[in-house]
């Protein structure tokens, strides 16, 4: 799922105010504790910046290598797909073989997989974190906060970044209390997650 140099890109899509940008700063701070990572770099896709609007944020993790571009990525090795609304044929086309399409979603892996037709070999983690995050609370203005528990669904599908690490970049990046809370939330969407190979 990486390529030659060893470096996993990842795109993650949603709507403003879902901290799709949160959600990247907290991967790479994860990659970094992991002990996994030789370098690692966020960053956001700059447009439309209201809250529902569709945004982007990028992550590169590499294992060994120094990352030098900051172009945007255009086909990733992992899609996250925050709120599928904003999901559609060219999301899921440019993903690479053998990577990853993960979804907040309540159909299963199956159903996204006929949906959107996808005939090329990946894997899909999907996992109904909008309902998880309405039973939490966890929502401002009517929009569920599905950055952190869909990390935890990350975990699942990504052998070299953990839900330890995970769970102690969410601490240090959003600070002891909020972070202790939103980490418990990712362990338990991590539960979640329903996986299939394409």
């Not at 529902?52 to 990733?76: D, L, M, Y």
Request: hydrophobic fraction near 40%; include cysteine; aromatic fraction near 6%.
């Amino acid at each position: 799922m990486t390529d030659a140099d060893g470096i996993t890109e990842i795109v993650i899509y949603g709507r403003g105010g879902q901290g799709c940008v949160l959600a990247s700063q907290i991967i790479v701070e994860a990659a970094y504790l992991s002990g996994n990572f030789q370098d690692v770099v966020a960053f956001p896709s700059f447009g439309a910046e209201r809250r529902g609007a569709p945004v982007q944020a990028f992550a590169r993790i590499s294992k060994n290598k120094k990352i030098w571009t900051r172009a945007e990525i255009a086909h990733p090795d992992i899609a996250m797909v925050l709120d599928e609304t904003v999901l559609n044929q060219i999301i899921v086309d440019n993903i690479k073989e053998n990577g990853v399409l993960i979804i907040n979603s309540d159909k299963s892996p199956e159903e996204i997989k006929d949906y959107y037709n996808i005939t090329h070999k990946i894997r899909i983690a999907s996992a109904n974190i909008s309902k998880f995050c309405y039973d939490k609370d966890l929502y401002i203005e009517g929009l569920p906060i599905i950055n952190t528990p869909i990390l935890g669904v990350l975990t699942e599908t990504l052998e070299s970044l953990d839900l330890d690490s995970i769970k102690k970049a969410i601490i240090k990046v959003m600070g002891k209390e909020k972070g202790e809370f939103n980490s418990s939330l990712a362990e338990e969407a991590s539960k979640l997650t329903l996986l299939l190979n394409c």
